[in-house]
């Protein structure tokens, strides 16, 4: 089963707006991390975030997480046409190595 | 640097066919991961690779094996295809520090017919 589940599984928001995805798992993890997925091509690393670290930010894009509510949020700033995608959650757990294990996903519609 | 390469990009195969997937790292990463994405039931995690060893599996049945090569490429082979196994796979490749971030390739569409 999968460990995450996010949450909106779909949003359409206008250009320049703000986008924002939740993401919750249920094990203890050593880092949660978020990809992007262009129209069933591959995943685009985007950022991630270490079980001791609370926020992170990378140009438009703020993690959030929250270990003790088990919970992670991704906000897109100022949105653009080209944001559009679908947006993954993956977390790695302790002692499991480099293993991924996503959430169903975010698809993220932007209109221009 | 170039990016993750994965060939064949399409594949359409029969129903009791076999078939191998192929996957060449970035340059310097060690460590090969693959994945399978279907709309039902999303991106699963099948096994990781590093250094010509097999560090982690996922729940897929023994007709789903895979290895990988002193070069760090990786393959992966399905026998027997059932229909259920038409997805697009994707391999990830990492520096090998076990819980890095990972570089997907732009994956290989199966369908099995």
């Known amino acids: 089963s999968q460990q995450g589940e996010e949450d909106p599984q779909a949003l359409s928001i206008q250009e320049g707006e703000n986008a924002t995805m939740n993401c919750s798992y249920k094990?203890?993890?050593?880092?949660l991390q978020w990809y992007r997925q262009n129209s069933g091509r591959g995943l685009v690393h985007l950022i991630l975030?270490?079980?001791?670290?609370r926020e992170k930010h990378s140009g438009r894009l703020r993690v959030t997480l929250d270990t003790s509510k088990k919970s992670s949020s991704l906000l897109i700033t100022a949105s653009r046409a080209a944001d559009t995608a679908s947006y993954f959650c993956?977390?790695?757990?302790?002692?499991?190595?480099?293993?991924?294990?996503f959430g169903q996903g975010t698809e993220l519609s932007v209109k221009p | 640097k170039a990016g993750v390469t994965q060939t064949p990009r399409y594949l359409i195969k029969t129903r009791g066919q076999q078939v191998t997937l192929s996957c060449s790292p970035i340059?310097?990463?060690?460590?090969v991961s693959w994945y399978q994405q279907t709309p039902g039931q999303g991106l699963q995690f099948l096994f990781e690779?590093?250094?010509?060893?097999?560090?982690n599996k996922g729940n897929f049945p023994g007709r789903f094996s895979g290895r990988q090569f002193s070069n760090s490429r990786s393959e992966m082979n399905v026998s027997t295809l059932e229909l259920g196994d038409s997805a697009l796979y994707l391999c990830?490749?990492?520096?090998?520090?076990?819980?890095?971030?990972?570089?997907f390739g732009p994956g290989t569409r199966l369908t099995v017919t």
């Open positions: 094990t203890s993890i050593n880092n």
């Open positions: 690779y590093f250094s010509e060893t097999q560090r």
């Open positions: 340059s310097g990463h060690r460590s």
């Open positions: 975030i270490r079980s001791n670290e």
């Open positions: 990830a490749s990492s520096r090998g520090q076990g819980s890095a971030e990972q570089y």
């Open positions: 993956a977390t790695v757990i302790y002692n499991q190595g480099g293993k991924l294990i």
